[in-house]
Structure formats: structure tokens, C-alpha cells
């Protein structure tokens, strides 16, 4: 496993923040499961510091923590940049996002499905999610027949 790659330099410039935040702390978990020892939170930490970047960890430093360094864990620190980068999302605004959400030309289905299934998630929708997606895309398929 010594030569798996380590994950890029984490963007705090990105576009969606949110999202890019999601997929590069997934990778660096997935990273960190397969490379590191798990007992070792000190070094998981510091991997953590090196792999956010210069700005990230200028970030770290403003960030409020009951803990003293030597006692921070890598959850606790994720936790603290999860509220960083993850504001709290505009209900109205997401749902907008998903009804406004067409089929692009080139996309297949099962992308355009797969795309309003995630556009779905921070809907708030709940039980009823599922159903939303089925009326969604019977309204398309209407305009098209």
C-alpha cells in the first residue's frame, strides 16, 4: 500500500465548497484507512495539515477546539471543517436547484437520475424524496412524448 497516492491538496477556492469538501474528506478517510495506523490520531492529524495546504491550515489555526493540540483527533478536526465548509444550505434555494434541473442533451438517463437523486439529498425532503424524483421525471417524459 506504499504506493498508493495520496490524495491532492484539498481547493478552498472551489466553486462548491460544500461539495468538494464531501469527496476530498472521503478520499482522505479512505486514504487514512488504508495507510496509517489506526491508533496514531497525532499523525492523522498532522497528514491531515500537511494535505489541506497553506490555507487550510491557516484555517486550522483560527479554529476554536476545547482541546489542546497534542489531544485533537482527526474526527474532531473534520468536525471543525465540516462547519467551515458546509453553511448551513438554503432550503428554498436547493429545492429551486431540483425542480429547475433539466435533462442535458448528451446526459444519459440514468445520469440525469443519478444527478436529481443528489441534487435531492439537501432538499430536506425526506419520506417522500423518492417520489418527488418519480413525479419529476414523469413531467419530463410527458414533455417529450
Not at 38 to 66: H, N, P, W
Not at 89 to 105: C, G, I, L, S
Not at 132 to 142: A, E, M, P
Amino acid at each position: 500500500m506504499e504506493k498508493l497516492r495520496a490524495p491532492e491538496r484539498f481547493n478552498l477556492d472551489a466553486h462548491d465548497l460544500a461539495d468538494a469538501w464531501k469527496k476530498w474528506k472521503e478520499e482522505l478517510n479512505l486514504y487514512i484507512d488504508l495507510v496509517m495506523d489506526s491508533e496514531d490520531e497525532q499523525a492523522k492529524v498532522k497528514l491531515f495539515q500537511y494535505l489541506v495546504g497553506t490555507r487550510g491550515r491557516e484555517i486550522y489555526l483560527t479554529m476554536a477546539f476545547d482541546q489542546e493540540p497534542q489531544n485533537r483527533t482527526l474526527a474532531m478536526v473534520l468536525q471543525a471543517f465540516d462547519g467551515y465548509c458546509n453553511p448551513k444550505r438554503n432550503e428554498t434555494v436547493e429545492r429551486y436547484r431540483f425542480n429547475m434541473r433539466n435533462q442535458n442533451k448528451e446526459e444519459t438517463f440514468e445520469k440525469y437520475v443519478t444527478e436529481l437523486k443528489i441534487l435531492a439529498t439537501t432538499c430536506n425532503y425526506g419520506a417522500v424524496q423518492e417520489s418527488l424524483i418519480r413525479d419529476k421525471l414523469s413531467v419530463v417524459f410527458k414533455i417529450h412524448i
